[in-house]
């Protein structure tokens, strides 16, 4: 079905839903089927091929279809599409869904079921897939206080460390213990976040006579023309003087150098979901990749950003 059809289909299912009396039957069967057609592009518990969604997806799934039809019983009537689109509408609707019920009660058993499928079969990468998209839309990770770090650089190693902890559950799933942490799966994975988080930001420091945050320099006087640090270093691999960061690619694809993939995430500004659409990579591989590189060449850089102080 064309988009052009498919946006049809769900401004007919609106139009008809406005049309019925609140609380009436032909209300809730005209929601119900607006509910059906929008979550049909839902981004978590869609089947992996020809099987039925798991356990712990068709908990996640037939929860967040209750929470959208009672969103939508009551804020049907004042959708104005003057204000925003019916697809962006419905979109912002959905999500919010399922951010309402994805609590720890539903995550924890999506892990335990991930769990249970032996490595490498495709049934626990699905699972394992679902569960890191499931805890990206869930809104559920913890945010640190950035302390002295420009709210600009935190954004940048926040999104490394979320990066860096999704993969560590990704691959070391097995390590988590439903019998600690009272049994909370986030706090394992919160706990990751904020120990990777703090990593990361130890591994941004340069040893002079006392560390100096890697994301600014102290400015001298009222002098405004003194790069940061972190300006330094994104001049430094864009620029790529001696070629390395370019030469260093996934699997020997040009189009996904070091280089590409940090000029696309911080001066574009683009998703690892973006990136990873545009390379055909997936977003897991990319932030392994990306890491190890930041790790590779935080000597180099480091001395970089020396010779330049």
């Known amino acids: 079905m064309s988009n052009t059809s498919q946006n049809t289909e769900l401004i007919n299912l609106v139009l008809t839903a406005k049309q019925t009396v609140p609380g009436s039957i032909e209300r809730r069967q005209s929601v119900t089927k607006l509910v059906d057609r929008i979550l049909r592009s839902r981004p978590i518990c869609r089947p992996l091929k020809d099987q039925p969604l798991s356990s712990a997806c068709q908990d996640i799934y037939q929860a967040a279809r209750q929470q959208l039809f009672l969103t939508l019983s009551s804020d049907i009537d004042r959708y104005n599409p003057e ?73 940048v190693i926040y999104d490394d460390a979320v990066n860096r902890t999704l993969l560590y559950v990704f691959q070391k799933i097995d390590l988590y213990d439903p019998e600690r942490g009272n049994g909370v799966f986030m706090n394992w994975v919160n706990f990751r976040l904020d120990r990777t988080l703090r990593d990361i930001r130890a591994s941004y420091q340069i040893t002079h006579d006392k560390p ?20 330094i270093i994104m001049h430094y691999i864009e620029h790529d003087p001696d070629k390395i960061f370019q030469q260093e690619v996934i699997k020997k694809n040009p189009n996904a150098s070091f280089k590409a993939i940090f000029l696309a995430k911080r001066i574009q500004g683009k998703s690892w979901k973006e990136i990873s659409q545009e390379l055909e990579i997936p977003v897991t591989t990319l932030s392994s990749f990306y890491w190890r590189c930041i790790q590779r060449f935080a000597p180099r850089i480091r001395q970089y950003v020396q010779d330049c102080a």
């Open 212 to 231: 100096i945050a890697i994301e600014e320099i102290e400015t001298i006087g009222e002098t405004k023309d003194i790069p940061t640090i972190f300006e």
């Open 83 to 155: 204000n925003k689109s019916l697809r962006q509408w419905a979109n912002v609707r959905m999500r919010e869904a399922f951010q309402e019920i994805l609590t720890d009660n539903r995550l924890k058993p999506l892990a335990l079921e991930a769990k249970q499928h032996p490595t490498q079969t495709q049934q626990r990468q699905y699972l394992l897939t679902e569960l890191i998209n499931a805890i990206q839309l869930s809104r559920r990770l913890i945010h640190p206080q950035r302390g002295e770090l420009s709210r600009d650089f935190y954004n």
